[in-house]
């Protein structure tokens, strides 16, 4: 079975670095790319940028380049969504998912929420 | 704004059907067959329901399709349940240097 498992909620100040972890499970992880998607509280999906764990090929949606970094790590099957400095404005919840065949992300991770407040 | 509009609110009484359309232009839906459509419930992750415009996912009820015309894709639920009421998103891929693009979302009202 496919898993995409995520860390937990995070509750930051502003200024301070994070990193979440999405760790894959049930597939072959150096296979499929892994996608990081942004929600704002009540607000729609935005898509952050995707990482070949293979070969560590990144790529980033021009509106979060420079914001944030992609990583993997796929000796123990995981991806990582950094942030050196957090901003109130960064509180969302954040989802990883996997790319399929068509450019769909076809399995999600259960998502991890961030909170950024002083 | 999203890249991809949709309409902010749909609804239907059980067992009838609805269409969410989603448009978007040459560079992105019209340009490619990569659309797809998730359905995420509150307080979940999203679901994928229909990828590559028409193709349903293993588990998904066949009341859920999809097609695409033009700049335009559309998701169209049949019978609609108690169970449909959700948001919708539907997704391409584009050839600008934002890679996937994502609509605004839609939230079904099954009344």
């Known amino acids: 079975e496919v898993q995409l498992v995520q860390s937990g909620a995070e509750v930051k100040k502003p200024g301070e670095s994070l990193k979440i972890s999405c760790k894959g499970s049930g597939y072959s992880f150096t296979s499929y790319w892994i996608g990081w998607v942004r929600q704002m509280p009540g607000k729609g999906l935005e898509w952050m940028g995707i990482?070949?764990?293979?070969?560590?090929?990144?790529r980033y949606s021009p509106s979060f380049q420079g914001q944030v970094t992609i990583s993997a790590d796929k000796s123990i099957s995981t991806a990582y969504l950094q942030w050196s400095s957090l901003k109130a404005s960064d509180t969302a919840m954040y989802y990883c998912?996997?790319?399929?065949?068509?450019?769909?992300?076809?399995?999600w991770g259960q998502g991890t929420l961030v909170t950024v407040s002083s | 704004q999203s890249a991809l509009t949709q309409p902010a609110s749909v609804s239907g009484s059980p067992g009838q059907s609805i269409t969410i359309s989603c448009t978007g232009t040459s560079s992105d839906v019209g340009g490619y067959n990569y659309v797809s459509w998730y359905q995420q419930h509150p307080g979940k992750a999203p679901k994928l329901m229909i990828y590559d415009v028409s193709n349903r996912p293993s588990g998904v009820p066949d009341r859920f399709s999809g097609s695409k015309s033009g700049n335009t894709a559309s998701l169209t639920i049949s019978g609609l349940q108690a169970e449909d009421e959700a948001d919708y998103y539907c997704s391409s891929y584009t050839s600008s240097s934002t890679l996937w693009v994502f609509g605004g979302g839609t939230k079904l009202t099954v009344l």
């Open positions: 990482i070949y764990p293979g070969d560590s090929d990144t």
């Open positions: 998912a996997r790319q399929g065949s068509y450019y769909e992300f076809d399995y």
